[in-house]
């Protein structure tokens, strides 16, 4: 399984809760990191992820998407280019033999989906929420952190003395 790690709290918590359940359920987690090439996506974060993964020798997959640097298709939010970034990555890392990316959407994410797909005109099937497993073109996307908030999640972080790194 890939676990998506950009560096900021909830995905720091997904890699501190994920790596021990994978090794006690004997699967193999990698870990995974798209730097966005935006201001806040920095190499900075990528070689923090890496560390992580390197200190409880994980593999660790990167790219850069450098959508900065990139004109965006008319009409293409930021954030949809962004969105529609990850998602190449997630599938091009997944089709290297992973079953499934583990992303750090918590119930904070439930609540701002939710209203942006409201904002944009989503009938009753767009504004349903995120699921925790879900298919996405050719790979699974398996979202554990939907039942914790993203305050939880960093007070959790600090009780265990786990730093990241903050989102701007």
């Known amino acids: 399984i890939g676990l998506a790690v950009a560096g900021g709290a909830d995905s720091v918590a997904l890699f501190r809760l994920m790596v021990p359940a994978c090794r006690k359920a004997g699967i193999e987690a990698v870990v995974v990191h798209l730097n966005h090439g935006l201001i ?68 904070d994410d439930l609540v701002e989906t939710f209203f942006l797909r409201l904002r944009r005109g989503a009938g009753p099937a767009g504004l349903s929420a995120l699921r925790p497993k879900a298919e996405a073109n050719g790979f699974l996307i398996r979202r554990p952190l939907l039942p914790f908030t993203k305050e939880e999640l960093r007070e959790w972080l600090k009780s265990i003395g786990q730093l990241w790194i903050e989102d701007v």
Not at 77 to 85: K, N, T, V
């Open 40 to 107: 806040g996506s920095t190499a900075t974060e990528a070689a923090f992820v890496h560390a992580l993964a390197d200190k409880e020798g994980l593999v660790f997959m990167s790219a850069e998407a450098r959508l900065g640097e990139n004109p965006r298709p008319a009409g293409l939010s930021m954030e949809m280019a962004a969105r529609e970034a990850r998602l190449d990555f997630f599938r091009a890392v997944a089709a290297k033999g992973l079953d499934a990316i583990a992303t750090a959407h918590q119930a």
